[in-house]
């Protein structure tokens, strides 16, 4: 199974979808580069901010030294894996790239000094380093700041997404009406990979996708509404308006809470407020607790009054995120240990076969084996899946 973000690919920086500005930028970082000064890269996931790194570095002929910031977290782990090599010429390029991708998602005591390390390497580096972002108002990006340029790697455009699948589909032979593609490019929130991925899935077994199918990718909108919903209970201050919102919202009041809790501190840096809206959060938390714990039902309606009052505490300004974070990564293993249980053997089997990594196999593969086993249409021989694993695959 070949993934069509893979097949279409581009082969040059000037391919990436509606980010020609950002890559002449990038460009000119390259060729007025100084010792001492790295860039950032920031924007949201799916809008080629490490493709442009990885394009860039072939077309000029640089060797790419690459690291994941999610995997390396402490300064004497990022000082360990790229001090040397910042340092040291290679025989077969004409010069390297050093690119730390996932910056951002540093958190936690384990990560303490890790930006720190980063700026210790751009400081010292014979070669110019790039850092990659979701989220530029994180507060552990302050020192990478004061000695990083910027380029932002904006959403794309409706209109520009809708075309760049146009043409995916026309080389697929694909019969795709403008309803369908401007369907999948507001589905996407200007996340590419996921477009081209949602194409991909919506043309197995058919060659004309219709505007009733794009029910089966609608997950995409529910992410959309839950953003929307958390935005009115940060921002609004009506009680009865945000209650209302909550229970009209397709969505959980226990998820709503979840990515509330995990998102309202990246809306303002007003200390005072954090800790009184936290502190109502932590009571709602009791209220959810008691529901679980002695089944009644009555605890969650004063969850969600507690959940819809927190933005009247607000007197200060409001900042509305670049990207919306999933949950406290520890409360979602909990939640899903089960179904992790029961879907890691197929995860390692994908990435034994198609030689991907496990994020790879989770977010790119497995929706598709997914959608093939929920539609009978069987899933790929070479993974060998047992008929208890395919059975899994139609029940999540």
Do not use: H
């Given at each position: 199974m070949q993934l069509w973000t893979d097949k279409y690919r581009p082969v040059k920086p000037e391919g990436l979808a509606g980010q020609s500005q950002a890559v002449e930028q990038v460009k000119a970082f390259l060729a007025s580069w100084k010792q001492g000064t790295g860039l950032i890269i920031f924007g949201p996931p799916g809008t080629g901010k490490t493709l442009v790194v990885e394009l860039l570095a072939k077309e000029r002929g640089d060797f790419l030294v690459q690291m994941d910031a999610s995997d390396t977290r402490t300064a004497k782990e990022v000082q360990g894996t790229l001090s040397e090599a910042s340092k040291q010429k290679t025989l077969f390029h004409r010069g390297k790239l050093i690119l730390m991708?996932?910056?951002?998602?540093?958190?936690?005591?384990?990560?303490?000094?890790?930006?720190?390390?980063?700026?210790?390497?751009?400081?010292?580096?014979?070669?110019?380093?790039?850092?990659?972002?979701?989220?530029?108002?994180?507060?552990?990006?302050?020192?990478?700041?004061?000695?990083?340029?910027?380029?932002?790697?904006?959403?794309?455009?409706?209109r520009e997404m809708s075309a760049f699948l146009g043409k995916i589909a026309k080389s697929e032979g694909l019969k795709v009406s403008d309803a369908v593609l401007d369907g999948l490019a507001r589905w996407s929130g200007g996340d590419v990979r996921s477009a081209v991925l949602d194409l991909q899935m919506l043309s197995l077994g058919t060659k004309e996708i219709t505007e009733d199918m794009l029910t089966s990718v609608g997950f995409r909108e529910r992410k959309k509404v839950m953003e929307e919903v958390l935005l009115a209970l940060m921002r609004t201050p009506s009680l009865n308006a945000n209650r209302g919102t909550v229970r009209a919202a397709d969505a959980d009041p226990d998820d709503i809470f979840l990515w509330?809790?995990?998102?309202?501190?990246?809306?303002?840096?007003?200390?005072?407020?954090?800790?009184?809206?936290?502190?109502?959060?932590?009571?709602?938390?009791?209220?959810?607790?008691?529901?679980?714990?002695?089944?009644?039902?009555?605890?969650?309606?004063?969850?969600?009054?507690?959940?819809?009052?927190?933005?009247?505490?607000?007197?200060?300004?409001?900042?509305?995120?670049?990207?919306?974070?999933?949950p406290d990564r520890i409360m979602l293993l909990a939640r899903s240990k089960f179904r992790r249980a029961v879907t890691d053997p197929i995860v390692e089997k994908i990435g034994q076969n198609y030689h991907c990594s496990r994020k790879v196999a989770s977010s790119d593969y497995m929706p598709f084996l997914m959608f093939m086993a929920k539609k009978g249409m069987g899933v790929p021989e070479e993974l060998e899946l047992s008929p208890e694993e395919v059975d899994a695959l139609r029940k999540y």
């Open positions: 991708d996932e910056v951002d998602s540093m958190s936690g005591r384990s990560d303490r000094g890790g930006a720190g390390g980063i700026v210790k390497i751009i400081s010292e580096s014979r070669f110019p380093v790039i850092v990659c972002v979701n989220d530029m108002q994180n507060p552990k990006l302050k020192a990478l700041k004061k000695v990083c340029k910027r380029v932002n790697f904006d959403k794309i455009e409706k509330l809790e995990s998102n309202l501190y990246r809306t303002t840096t007003d200390q005072t407020f954090l800790s009184d809206a936290y502190d109502k959060l932590s009571k709602a938390d009791i209220f959810r607790g008691r529901v679980s714990n002695q089944q009644n039902w009555r605890f969650k309606a004063y969850m969600i009054d507690i959940m819809s009052g927190i933005a009247s505490l607000r007197n200060g300004e409001f900042t509305k995120p670049a990207e919306m974070r999933l």
